[in-house]
């Protein structure tokens, strides 16, 4: 059989489908079904501050007429050092429960908690930690290079306070991908994820209001992160790991080939359930031996736009018929 092993931020996983951060992965039950289905490693749903502090402030609030200022102050912040428990006891119970490597997730808003919540992560026993960074800037004055410092701010902060390799996971929406894909790897990044699908919202005609958008990707979004993982295979120094589309096997083999090290796989669970994963997993072996690659190594970039004998395409964006055979 092919060898499908993996290093990936420096952790030996045993292939490179990964469970995706999600509902799926927020319970030690859910841990464990993940595991069951043989994938790499498992990334557990995001620990959020903004919950947290809900968390917390709605507990402050039912007390808040009876107490001192100072007192709530306190409360506060022992909410906000305390509310990660229930996380934490998932590391630490998933730790115990499955030797499948466990990835924990965090994601802020204010630049005070990153550190210390990775911290945490890493003492109850993480294997790695995947940084969830995303802002939405509405303010119009404020510009592309003042958001990026952010993201590597963030990154460094956190570096400097755990041993264990972070991952960036970030979204599409930058001027420049490859340049901040090249400044996070610089600045320590063990890998980057590319590139997290974000909670969209629709409008309702009838209710003449919000309502959730479908959480859920399609196949065709594999194209976005296809394209940019393609360009920065070989130019930037850190693994790369892709997500979103990727709904069967083809879809991970092709995410490999342009040189991803791992693939993650969420929408793909929910509608076809945790077997899926299995599925993708067999589908990559069966794939190999049928055209005799033995390893993956053989495999990863080896056609990205570095390696590849048609580089153009991947900078191509106009249909212009002589290039694209469509006008
Ligand atoms: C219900 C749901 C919950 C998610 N929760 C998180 C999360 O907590 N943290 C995170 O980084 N990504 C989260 N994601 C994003 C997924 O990890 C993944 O990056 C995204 O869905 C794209 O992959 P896909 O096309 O395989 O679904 C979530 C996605 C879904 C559908």
Not at 17 to 34: C, E, M, N, Q
Not at 75 to 80: D, E, H, T
Not at 291 to 309: F, H, I, M, T, V
Request: glycine letters at 6%.
């Amino acid at each position: 059989m092919p060898d499908l092993s993996v290093t990936y931020m420096g952790l030996k996983l045993r292939n490179p489908v990964i469970a995706a951060s999600s509902s799926l992965s927020k319970s030690l039950d859910g841990v464990k079904r993940l595991a069951d289905t043989g994938v790499g490693a498992i990334v557990l749903k995001s620990m959020f501050e903004e919950q947290i502090m809900a968390e917390t402030e709605q507990v402050a609030s039912h007390a808040q007429s009876a107490w001192h200022s100072e007192a709530m102050e306190y409360v506060q912040n022992m909410g906000m050092d305390l509310g990660p428990r229930d996380y934490l006891r998932v590391i630490e119970e998933a730790k115990k429960a499955v030797d499948t490597p466990i990835i924990a997730s965090l994601n802020c808003f204010s630049t005070r908690w990153w550190a210390d919540y990775a911290k945490k992560l890493e003492v109850a026993g993480a294997d790695a930690i995947e940084l969830n960074v995303s802002f939405v800037i509405s303010d119009p004055r404020v510009g592309c290079s003042q958001v990026e410092d952010q993201y590597v701010s963030i990154l460094e902060k956190v570096n400097d306070r755990v041993e264990l390799p972070v991952a960036m996971k970030i979204g599409p929406m930058f001027s420049s991908p490859a340049n901040i894909a090249y400044r996070l790897a610089g600045s320590g990044a063990a890998a980057l994820v590319l590139f997290n699908r974000y909670y969209r919202f629709d409008i309702d005609l009838d209710k003449m209001g919000l309502v959730a958008g479908n959480p859920f990707s399609t196949p065709d979004e594999l194209h976005l992160p296809l394209r940019w993982i393609g360009l920065l295979a070989g130019r930037i120094d850190c693994d790369m790991s892709a997500t979103t589309g990727i709904h069967d096997w083809p879809d991970a083999v092709k995410m490999i080939l342009v040189g991803a090290t791992t693939v993650q796989v969420c929408s793909a669970l929910y509608r076809e359930g945790l077997g899926r994963a299995t599925q993708i997993i067999d589908g990559i072996s069966n794939w190999m031996k049928e055209k005799n690659y033995p390893s993956l190594e053989d495999l990863c970039g080896k056609l990205s736009q570095l390696r590849s004998a048609d580089p153009d395409r991947f900078e191509r964006l106009q249909y212009i018929k002589t290039f694209v055979g469509i006008e």
